[in-house]
């Protein structure tokens, strides 16, 4: 008799269906991550917001590999190979006084004692936390969503899929469009917003 064989389907990390976070959950979010215990919290939130990295990206990321006056970070192993990952000059700033107010000798930015590799593993406990303090789904708001929303809201802003490729650190444009698919909801929200910009007189919904 045959074995028989199972055949999984491999869940793509970057799903489309995946929670888009609003203007007003993400202060939420940072509000709560403000007040959490954990003072690894707010930065690990604010970094995946402003860079869109990847969780493991984010909590390996080394002191020394990030450029406050060129405004990136070198990520030397990525998903899809080594990397200059651009930030916001907001992040940038803030990087700049959480590193000047760190420990001189620390290598990582996000240290752990009991990690074999010395830095944090992951900050999901922690991320599930402040997303449930803030009033959010925890089942539906997971660290995923910070990257997704920082894409969406690229693509949102009108800007191309070569510089959001480069930006998010996918492997094709084709991972990037689906972001950008004329059908997908964001695009059209993007589109009523457009028609909001302008009245147009005497043009309804008849030609007529």
């Known amino acids: 008799m045959k074995p028989?064989?199972?055949?999984?389907?491999?869940?793509?990390?970057?799903?489309?269906?995946?929670?888009?976070?609003?203007?007003?959950?993400i202060n939420r979010l940072l509000q709560a991550a403000r007040e959490d215990l954990n003072p690894y919290t707010?930065?690990?939130?604010?970094?995946?917001?402003?860079?869109?990295?990847?969780?493991?990206?984010?909590?390996s990321i080394e002191k020394d590999r990030i450029d406050i006056e060129r405004e990136v970070i070198l990520i030397p192993k990525a998903k899809a190979g080594a990397?200059?990952?651009?930030?916001?000059?907001?992040?940038a700033g803030f990087l700049k006084a959480y590193l000047e107010q760190s420990d001189a000798d620390e290598r990582w930015l996000f240290p752990s004692k009991t990690s074999v590799n010395g830095h944090a593993h992951s900050m999901y406990s922690a991320f599930r936390r402040v997303v449930v303090a803030a009033g959010l789904d925890p089942k539906k708001v997971t660290p995923h969503a910070m990257r997704h929303t920082a894409i969406t809201?690229?693509?949102?802003?009108g800007v191309d899929s070569f510089t959001i490729k480069q930006f998010s650190g996918h492997k094709t444009i084709q991972m990037v469009e689906?972001?950008?698919?004329?059908?997908?909801?964001?695009?059209?929200?993007?589109?009523e917003k457009l028609q909001a910009q302008y009245e147009i007189k005497g043009f309804g919904n008849s030609l007529a």
């Open 4 to 25: 028989v064989r199972f055949k999984l389907k491999r869940l793509r990390e970057d799903n489309i269906k995946d929670k888009f976070l609003t203007e007003a959950e």
């Open 42 to 59: 707010m930065l690990f939130i604010l970094i995946g917001l402003e860079t869109s990295m990847r969780r493991s990206e984010i909590v």
């Open 83 to 91: 990397r200059i990952q651009p930030m916001t000059p907001r992040l």
């Open 153 to 157: 809201n690229m693509a949102l802003a």
């Open 178 to 191: 689906r972001y950008t698919h004329p059908t997908n909801p964001h695009v059209k929200r993007a589109m």
